[in-house]
C-alpha cells in the first residue's frame, strides 16, 4: 500500500500475520491508486508519485527483501490519478495534461495524449477506447493511437462501453449514450 498523502514508502503487508514487509523509497509521495498486473507468480505492481515519476516493480512476498524497480518512466507532472491496467497497457493521467497508454512490461510510451489541462481523474479502458473525464467534460480516445475521437462537455464520467456506444452520466446526473461518432 502506498499510505496516506505524503507517504513516499510503498510499503507490504503480510495478510496471514499482519506484519509489515519489505518497504520501497521514492523521491516523490504516492497519491493515487496502486494497480497490478500479470498472472501469479509473475506479477508487477505499478505505482505513481507527486513528482511525475511511473513505476513497474516485482510484486514479491512481503518477508522477502524489496525488489528493485523493473522500470522507471517519468510524466513531465505529478500523477495523483489511480493507474489503470487493461490488457499489456498502463493508463497514466498525469497532471502534465496528458493522458499516457504505456506499455506494462517495459513501461515504454506507447503514445501520449494532449488535453490542454492536469489530470486528476483516472482512464478508463474498453477494448477499443479510453475514456478520460476532465472536469466538466469527457474525451474518447482511439486505444491503439491515442487520437481523439470526440469529445463532450457537460458530462462528467464514462460508465460503461456497450453495443457499439458509451453510457456517460452528465453534470445532472443523467444518463446519455454517445455512438462511436460522438453522436
Known amino acids: ?27 516523490g509521495d504516492i497519491r493515487g491508486g496502486i494497480a497490478i ?13 507527486d513528482e511525475g515519476g511511473v513505476y513497474g516493480i516485482p510484486a514479491t512476498e512481503a518477508a522477502g527483501r524489496a525488489p528493485n524497480p523493473s522500470w522507471m518512466t517519468p510524466t513531465h507532472g505529478a500523477v495523483t490519478a ?5 490488457g499489456g497497457d498502463l493508463f497514466v493521467s498525469s497532471q502534465d495534461g496528458f493522458l499516457y497508454c504505456m506499455d506494462r512490461i517495459t513501461g515504454t510510451v506507447r503514445w501520449s495524449a494532449p488535453h490542454e489541462t492536469p489530470l486528476e481523474q483516472s482512464a478508463a479502458a474498453t477494448k477499443t477506447s479510453v475514456y478520460q473525464a476532465r472536469g466538466n467534460e ?11 475521437r470526440w469529445k463532450r462537455t ?23 449514450a454517445i455512438d462511436a461518432k460522438g453522436r
Request: net charge negative; aromatic share 8%; with cysteine.
Open 82 to 86: 489511480d493507474l489503470v491496467v487493461s
Open 138 to 148: 469527457v474525451w474518447c480516445h482511439d486505444r491503439a493511437t491515442g487520437a481523439v
Open 1 to 27: 500500500w502506498g499510505g496516506s498523502r505524503g507517504e513516499k514508502t510503498l510499503r507490504t503487508l503480510n495478510l496471514v500475520t499482519g506484519l509489515e514487509g519489505w518497504g520501497y523509497r521514492t523521491p
Open 37 to 49: 498486473g500479470g498472472e501469479a507468480p509473475r506479477q508487477t505492481v505499478y505505482f505513481a508519485t
Open 154 to 176: 457537460g458530462v462528467v464520467r464514462f460508465v460503461v462501453e456497450r453495443d457499439g456506444k458509451a453510457d456517460l452520466e452528465a453534470s445532472d446526473g443523467a444518463l446519455g
